[in-house]
């Protein structure tokens, strides 16, 4: 598989468990280089009785920075040693689980945008029900109708890169299916987007997410981003209430019958967890960007390796340079 | 209980569904008025063997028309004559299934507005873990700064009437933390909440929904509609998800234990059904004003009639008008 540069010094769990996720991957057949301190990285390599190619950054940009000035004061910063190995060729794409700003800053100067993309986008997938692709998921807060048919072309791609999907369907995310609805972004947009080259079928609505109505959804980073943080939300609250009904439930039978039913429930939730996703895509820059969450874990960062890879071995790239020149 | 006008002839089960609500909440308690096709309620009364006040209205404004030119036109339709009625004083509040777009613009036009409130806001209750207002779900696409502290003066009364709080808390939904996040709107927003007179605790974001971070989330109608739309839809496949893992399951104890725990779980779907809590609230004009679901059943309708005089009762619109004088 392709190699992918991993910023081991991003993310609350930096940097053991971004170093054990990377073993893991490796296991699994990705290419993987460490970027962080070389002697904090050693040595926690050395504990796994585990080996990787590292690159060295000396600095680090923490959570609470402001993105933009961190990747103009700190050049040598994990993050940017990642984007720079990107822009020059020396890896198909990266992972980091540090700062969403710093990584979207690090990759839109260091790597560079796509020809012809005004805006990249981040792109998350929706995993309940019929996965749906999202985008984009905050890194826009406002955009022009001509950045939704561009996401739409992006998204699109994503969805056949990862879902298999051959023709993807995409939806306008909007408050009602009439194309007059919606706020002038809205409506400025759906005319764009029945002329772009994808498979429009119009405006969605929030509860079409999952239902298989369009394997794309496309928005503004604002409504985006609370969207998907709001999902995460609801299936998280939804499977503690089930829990904590039946725990709660004074009926013998029911309470024999819980032991027996939690494993299978307890599976399911893995399904509805962002961390067995490895994270969300940053679409339009020259590389496959992975951008995980701040909590990632081993696993986490293991998956969002594999999904970068995977990415990468399957021309998400190239082929979103063709969508957009198309 | 209060005395509310019900428009018999708005909704998809309109007028059956909607007439035998009426019957249900009466027997709770509430002075209901059926306004509507009076030959055509008296027959709906007759076959039910019950008997309600009704008060004649000839038209009905349809879910596919326009409802600012409905509402100009239709000046007989049932929705237009339920705010006469509450204009009028006949009445404390009116409850309508129909078109939302001819709800809110009859309310407007036909009640009018608190005076200081810039837009009325719809507000909604979400329903899962600690119940949350969440306004405006849809009537503003675009709003001030200073609408959103209206908002938040509005919401707060709304949770003190019907979840209790003494002194509720207010979040802006946003992006992220920080005042400084979010687009100019948030911004702006944010310095007026901090002096506006509500317990405002800063941003939320959409994982917040229902965690006890704030009572109420204040936020645009675009973004307010969508993230509403959506939670719905996710309870729901959540639900959905869960009876499936347990149906499929081809272990024979975990087979033995769903039929135990089913009922349990079937119970827990309603809590997320958003026909248990009767539909949205019309804040900001001179009437308790509900918004019930298009496809809303007769359960629906007494909840929605219920919750209606409630508001009447506790003086949710007195108490609007002395939060935002003051």
């Known amino acids: 598989m392709a190699r992918i540069a991993l910023d081991a010094m991003g993310g609350d769990y930096a940097p053991h468990q971004i170093v054990l996720g990377g073993i893991d991957a490796t296991e699994s057949g990705v290419d993987v280089v460490l ?6 990285l050693t040595a926690v390599l050395d504990a796994a009785g585990a080996s990787l190619p590292i690159v060295h950054a000396a600095e680090v940009i923490n959570m609470g920075e402001d993105p933009a000035a961190a990747v103009r004061e700190k050049k040598d910063a994990s993050v940017i040693v990642c984007a720079r190995l990107v822009a020059d060729g020396e890896v198909a794409g990266m992972v980091s689980a540090g700062s969403t700003g710093a990584s979207m800053a690090a990759a839109a100067i260091g790597i560079g945008r796509i020809r012809g993309v005004g805006r990249p986008a981040i792109a998350a997938v929706y995993p309940i029900g019929i996965p749906t692709v999202v985008l984009d998921a905050g890194a826009n807060l406002e955009v022009s109708p001509e950045h939704l048919a ?3 072309v992006m998204g699109s791609v994503m969805a056949q890169v990862y879902l298999g999907i051959e023709h993807p369907t995409v939806g306008l995310l909007n408050i009602g299916e009439e194309p007059s609805k919606g706020r002038d ?3 400025a947009a759906h005319a764009l987007l029945a002329d772009a080259p994808v498979r429009f079928i119009g405006n969605v609505e929030g509860r079409d997410l999952g239902a298989g109505v369009a394997d794309v ?5 604002f409504t985006g981003n ?3 943080k709001a999902v995460e939300g609801v299936a998280r609250g939804v499977g503690t209430a089930v829990l904590e ?3 709660s439930d004074d009926d013998e039978q029911v309470q024999a019958a819980v032991s027996a039913v939690l494993p299978k429930i307890m599976r399911l939730r893995e399904r509805f967890d962002p961390e067995a996703y490895g994270g969300a895509h940053l679409l339009g820059v020259k590389g496959t960007v992975v951008i995980g969450h701040g909590a990632s874990s081993r696993i986490a960062i293991a998956n969002a390796l594999r999904v970068a890879a995977d990415g990468a071995d399957r021309g998400l790239v190239a082929r979103i340079e063709a969508g957009i020149g198309g």
């Open 245 to 247: 009904a039946l725990a």
């Open 185 to 187: 972004l809205e409506k």
């Open 35 to 40: 970027v962080g301190d070389e002697a904090i």
């Open 217 to 221: 959804f496309v928005t503004d980073g």
């Open 226 to 228: 609370v969207l998907i």
């Open 150 to 152: 561009q996401f739409a």
